[in-house]
């Protein structure tokens, strides 16, 4: 779960608080380590469900098969760390 929590805080550093939705690429990783990664999470039910990705404007990632260009996070993430 570290790099669970690496990326709740990188998160909070570019959104400035929970529910706001930032563009994948904003997290500083290649895109290919960024699919990776958030697919991982996507994957995870005890971590998905405060995840929410949406597709806007930006560079896309597959996202488990799935064209994403930001995400979300719920506050009670937290309780994950």
């Given at each position: 779960m570290?790099?669970?929590?690496?990326?709740?805080?990188?998160?909070l550093a570019i959104?400035?608080?929970f529910g706001v939705a930032v563009?994948?690429?904003?997290?500083g990783f290649s895109g290919q380590e960024t699919a990776r990664l958030f697919s991982a999470f996507d994957e995870d039910y005890q971590v998905s469900r405060y995840l929410k990705f949406t597709r806007?404007?930006?560079?896309?990632?597959?996202?488990?098969?799935?064209?994403?260009?930001?995400?979300?996070l719920d506050?009670?993430?937290?309780g994950l760390l």
């Open positions: 570290s790099e669970l929590a690496q990326i709740v805080d990188r998160y959104a400035g608080g563009p994948l690429g904003s997290f806007q404007a930006g560079p896309e990632f597959s996202i488990n098969g799935f064209p994403q260009t930001h995400v979300a506050q009670r993430i937290r």
